[in-house]
Structures are given as C-alpha cells and as structure tokens.
C-alpha cells in the first residue's frame, strides 16, 4: 500500500541509522560520522560511512547510498513497503490497516507487483503438477527421487505444453500483459501476441534469502533447447546477488555452506539432509554471491561436477572466495559426477565423510596442475615442481609456507629442501609472486568521473547539511546557478529554500527525487568526505577555498554558455570577473 509521507518521515526518524547498519556492518567512530567495511562491495579497508547528522550512508569505493529504508531494501532485499513495516515494528510505531481496494492495488509498489505476479505463477506451476497435463513433470521429479515433502519446500511446477496457458491465468487475476511480461514471464510478438516464456517444463522457483520468488529455472522435457532457461533479470530479479537454496541455507548454522552448480544437486542435498547447500543462479558464481555467503560463514566447501568445465569453474570459484575472505575447500566426489549422483550411489553417509575430508583448495589446485602434466616427461615434471613452486610463493606467511612445502615434497616425493630453496629463489625474484588484481566488485562502477569542479560544490552542500546555520554567509555569494549540473542545482536549490523556511531536514532531501539512481547520486553529494578542521583559521580558510571554488566553476560555465556574439557578452565576463576579484579579496567566514 501507499503510506503517507508523514508517516514514512516518522518512522525513519525514529531508527537512527548508526543503530541500524550497527546490526549489520561493523562501524567505528571517526570523526562525526561512523566507518565500516562496506557489504556491497569487496573491500579491505573501511570506505563505507554512516552519518548520524544527515542520517545517510554512502560508499566512497562503490558509492552506493541513501537512507535507512535505501540500505534495508539493498542489504536485505526488501521492498519498500517491506522495509517500511520492518522498521515500524523496530521503533514500535503502529501502522494504519493495509488498504486493498482497487486503486490501492494499482497505486502499489511496481517490485511489489512483479513479486506478487512470480507468486501466482508459482502456485500455478506447482498445482499444473498434480493435474493430468502435468504428469511428466511429476514422472520426472519421481524419477530423481524427490519426495512430495521436498517437491513442496521447494515449490516445484510444470509449464504446460500451451502458447499462453500462465498468461490467461495471471489476466484472469488482473494483472496486465505488460507487467506479466516485466516479470520476465512472457514475451510478445507480431505473430504470437503475449506468449508463455516456459512451457514443456519443470519449474524451479528461485527465491531471494527471505524466501520471495524472484524468477524461476526451467528444464524442458524431452529433447528441447535450451535444455536450461532461466528468467531473464528483472527489477526484482538480480542474478549476481541471489543465490538457490539460500532462504534454508542461511538458517543451517553448520559452520559452512556447501556451493553446487545446479538446482538439482541443491535440492537432492536437502532432502539427503545437507540443508547448507546453495547454487548460483545459471550464471557462473559472482563476486557479489560470495560477498552475501560471507555475511552467514567463512567456509564455503564446492562441490562442483568432476568434469573439465566444473573444474575450470571451481577455479574461478576459488578465486572469488579468496577475495573476499572466505576459505575455500573442495569436495572430491570421484568417481561419481556430481552430489545428486553421488548420494544415490553412495549413501548420505559416504557423502558426509567427503564433506569431512573435503580438500584444501591449494591441494585442489596443484592436483589440477598435476594432471596436466605428464610426469614420465622429465620436461614435464620440471615445469610441474615450478609452477608448484610459484603457487607455494603466494603463501606471505614464513611458517605457513613451510608447513605447504614439507606437505607437497612428502606427496610428490620431492627433497624438501631442494623445493624450499626452489621456492625462496622464485619469491626472491618475484616470479612467483600472485599478479594483485583489482577487486571484482558485485556492483558496477556508477561513478562518473570526478574533477576539482563538482568536489567543491558536494563539499560546500554537505557542510550546510551539517551545519545549516552557516547559509546566510554562503548566501550571501551563491546561489544556485553557481551550480554545475541539473541535478547539482536541483539538490542546492531544494537545501537552500528548506533552509531559508526552517525546516531543513537532509534525509529529506532525498525524497524529492523519485528515480533510483538519482537518490543515488543525491546521496552522494551531500555526503562527502568532509576534511577534519581544528583551529578557527583552518575552518575559515577551507570556507573561503570552497566558496571561491564553487563560485569561480560557476563563472566558467556561465561565460561557456553566453555568445561571443551576444550583446552583452562583455559586460557580463567582466562583471562576474569583476566579482570573482571581489570575492577574492573579501574576508568572509562561516560564522
Ligand atoms: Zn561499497
């Protein structure tokens, strides 16, 4: 439903922000505002802040932002509504009753809307399973052994075999083509009108960590291609940042989560009782996925198919995890493919002592690297010992090195101390030493880039948002024109006339923009990194640099926008110049 601004304001107003991302993210004081290491990007030392003052948040790496509702919505994958009731409940403000009428509903949140439509085909998908049209669906889950239990913790479902059966269903329940199609349910064309995206197929309904259905997995029956589809992305539906099976796995508590490649293997480990089991949704693992994981462990085991591309797959999987700090350990499921195999083969037993002995993954890597070489090849097996070498080099750890290299010289049957002397030249030459790469963030860079020109005016628009008895002074030189940009000038404009009204409130500054990324980028202007100032004339003087700053953009950019040609081109450039020396000159502070 739509609450009122008024009662938004209130709730936001009575959950400090500090107290909130305190649950969540470490945070330490610093100045006047609270540091932490940021949950949306991978970092290693602290570039996310939260200011009690502006009650905002902001990221100087990643520069994601916001208020208190922004930052439950992202880390917990909420929606507005969602989020809003979460909080009310916190501070215990009571909420008016839900409003169902028609023009409610219509006036509802359009992720709110996208969740319901994935809802509705979920419950759809499961009951087509038990009608005769949905027999092979179920003959097919049968055949893989699940029981009805699991079939329906799961939410499993078949498409049927019809061009727009899911369609004329969700129509019925008056929803419009266009948003069935939003939610990535169906497509539409010339020929076909709106059309089914899945039929002939069992139904995975993937859900987000708080067991909402986001989008779904689907595997034709029969011969078909693509044997695997999945929903396209959707605003609801981010597949870098969701993981299967995680809504169970995040409450299994065993001190690890196991990572497997495909749906299946997720479900068969549940039912076997292995409930920390998680997939990545189809695409290969994210550095985003590993950023969620390690926010429930810091042991994740793979248990990826045995087979040249899962191989390759735990790899690159390895790598991420050791970027964003979680150990890595590798299940070793030969002779068998995969877990579901596995377990139907071998029993959950057999599978729980693998988990047990699951490897290292520096042994997992070198024992890839042994079999591509040939050690009957004296070449071979040299370059073998090498490349171990420049692996042992990554280990900074004197002792822990050691321990590595006693380890592989007892398995490979190598003089221990011809490896370690080996290994000391390679690191001493830095042949061996690891490439650092730039860490993968989950979010892509949004951040324009950056001069003198616009610091200044996000530095001056952040210090009147903590201390707004300083405007009549910068008033008394700027005004919004001086500002660069649209969105500049909106926010300056919007500071400036609540100030001048007496009821300035910064979060609030927010509200008035309604797209995603422009609160974004609102954020972050009014919540720069203000350099700590001790003494009246660093206060006085870092005002005069921003003022004369902002002012003097702001003259560029209007001489840019007159005419040569204009009348009164030189009157105006000598006037601003005339005000810039002015300015210069003038003995002006902030208080
Ligand atoms: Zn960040």
Excluded at 515 to 529: G, L, S
Aim: glycine content about 6%; aromatic content about 10%.
């Amino acid at each position: 439903m739509k609450y009122s601004d008024q009662i938004k304001d209130e709730v936001r107003s009575r959950n400090d922000i500090v107290d909130v991302i305190g649950q969540y993210v470490h945070l330490t004081k610093k100045g006047s505002n609270y540091m932490g290491l940021c949950p949306f990007h991978n970092e290693k030392s602290g570039s996310f802040s939260v200011s009690p003052q502006r009650q905002m948040y902001h990221c100087f790496g990643c520069g994601v932002g916001g208020d208190v509702y922004k930052f439950l919505m992202e880390y917990e994958n909420l929606t507005f509504p969602e989020a809003l009731k979460q909080l009310a409940e916190r501070a215990g403000v009571e909420l008016p009753e839900e409003d169902n009428s028609k023009e409610a509903r219509a006036a509802r949140d359009r992720k709110q809307v996208l969740l319901e439509i994935n809802k509705e085909a979920a419950k759809y998908y499961y009951a087509n399973l038990k009608k005769p049209a949905g027999a092979k669906g179920l003959a097919y889950f049968r055949k893989r052994q699940l029981s009805d239990e699991t079939i329906r913790l799961f939410g499993l479902g078949f498409s049927n075999i019809s061009p727009d059966d899911l369609v004329q269903y969700l129509r019925s329940k008056g929803y419009k083509d266009a948003q069935i199609i939003e939610a990535g349910l169906a497509s539409h064309d010339e020929k076909r009108g709106t059309h089914d995206k899945f039929w002939n197929r069992v139904m995975f309904p993937i859900m987000d960590s708080s067991g909402k259905v986001i989008g779904f997995g689907g595997r034709v029956m029969g011969d078909g291609e693509p044997k695997y589809m999945n929903s396209p992305e959707t605003p609801v539906f981010d597949k870098s940042r969701n993981l299967f099976g995680l809504n169970y796995a995040k409450s299994a508590r065993a001190g690890y989560m196991i990572l497997c490649e495909g749906y299946m293997d997720v479900i068969a480990m549940h039912q076997a009782g292995f409930n920390m089991a998680v997939a990545s949704l189809g695409t290969a693992f994210t550095t985003g996925q590993a950023m969620i994981l390690k926010r429930y462990t810091d042991t994740v085991i793979l248990s990826y198919d045995s087979d040249g591309p899962g191989t390759k797959a735990a790899l690159r999987a390895i790598e991420i995890l050791s970027e964003v700090g979680i150990k890595g350990k590798v299940l070793d499921l030969r002779p068998h493919k995969d877990p579901d195999e596995f377990i139907k083969n071998e029993g959950k037993e057999a599978f729980e002592q693998r988990v047990k002995n699951a490897e290292n993954t520096f042994y997992f890597e070198v024992r890839i690297l042994e079999s591509k070489h040939d050690f009957s090849d004296p070449v071979s097996k040299t370059e073998f010992y090498k490349e171990v070498a420049a692996k042992l080099c990554e280990f900074h750890e004197p002792i822990e090195r050691q321990v590595y290299v006693d380890a592989i010289a007892a398995r490979y049957n190598i003089p221990a101390d011809d490896l370690k002397s080996l290994v000391a030249e390679m690191a001493a030459k830095g042949t061996g030493a690891r490439v650092i790469q730039k860490p993968k963030t989950g979010i892509t860079e949004k951040r324009a880039p950056d001069d003198g020109t616009r610091k200044n005016q996000r530095l001056l628009l952040t210090w009147l948002s903590d201390e707004p008895q300083i405007y009549p002074k910068v008033a008394q030189w700027i005004n919004e024109d001086d500002f660069c940009d649209d969105l500049y000038r909106k926010v300056a404009k919007e500071i400036f006339s609540d100030i001048q009204a007496g009821n300035f409130v910064p979060v609030k500054i927010l509200d008035k923009f309604t797209d995603e990324e422009e609160q974004r980028q609102v954020a972050e202007i009014i919540n720069t990194d203000l350099v700590e100032v001790v003494t009246p004339e660093e206060r006085r003087q870092a005002f005069r640099d921003i003022i004369y700053g902002v002012k003097h953009s702001g003259y560029e950019r209007k001489k840019k926008e007159l005419k040569p040609d204009d009348p009164e081109y030189l009157t105006k450039t000598i006037q601003g110049k005339k005000e810039l020396e002015r300015l210069a000159h003038a003995d002006i502070s902030p208080d």
